[in-house]
């Protein structure tokens, strides 16, 4: 078996924008077994954390969301969970910053076309100058994903020009 990953789509920010929305209006393709999302952002006030929505035809924004995290920063390591959350958290330690380049994100969507199971999110975060992460995170839902939006988590700082998110397909033959 070959997997072969196939680019869906690439954003790089002209200007600041407080949400990025992926497959607007549902057209994430269903041809796929999995998404995965490498984002390269900074933010343009303080240090705060990348969030997601993700749905089918809309964005579910219901508490239905929840994450562990695996995390360290140098000094320590620790693991932390939630439940019944708003949004899939993909940070901890590697939260974003004011600076492009610092901060990667790589995020895999597993079986999000599958209509019988609920969704899986692993997310793995760095932040060079802060800390490392793994996260997984479940999307109560059996729907298919087919659009997400990407926001920063207080609400107050949007991403900054220059800020890039690629969205690719892993296609199993």
């Known amino acids: 078996m070959t997997v072969t990953y196939e680019a869906i789509s690439s954003t790089t920010l002209g200007s600041n924008q407080a949400t990025v929305t992926i497959g607007t209006g549902g057209t994430i393709p269903q041809t796929y077994t999995d ?3 490498v984002v390269n952002p900074a933010i343009n006030t303080g240090n705060d954390n990348l969030r997601i929505r993700v749905g089918n035809g809309s964005v579910d924004s219901g508490s239905n969301y929840s994450w562990t995290a695996l995390t360290g920063n140098g000094t320590r390591a620790l693991s932390d969970r939630a ?3 708003t949004s899939i958290l993909s940070d901890y330690d590697g939260y974003m910053q004011t600076t492009l380049g610092n901060n990667a994100k790589i995020i ?4 999000y076309s599958n209509t ?3 969704k899986t999110i692993l997310s793995r975060s760095s932040n060079a100058p802060v800390g490392t992460d ?3 995170n479940t999307w109560r ?3 298919a994903i087919n659009i997400m939006t990407l926001f920063v988590s207080g609400g107050v700082a949007n991403f900054i020009t220059g800020s890039t998110f690629s969205l690719y397909g892993i296609k199993a033959e």
Do not use: I
């Open 35 to 37: 998404l995965v999302l």
């Open 108 to 111: 895999h969507f597993q079986n």
């Open 134 to 136: 793994a996260l997984v």
């Open 141 to 143: 839902s059996t729907a």
């Open 116 to 118: 019988t199971t609920f």
């Open 83 to 85: 439940s019944n959350q």
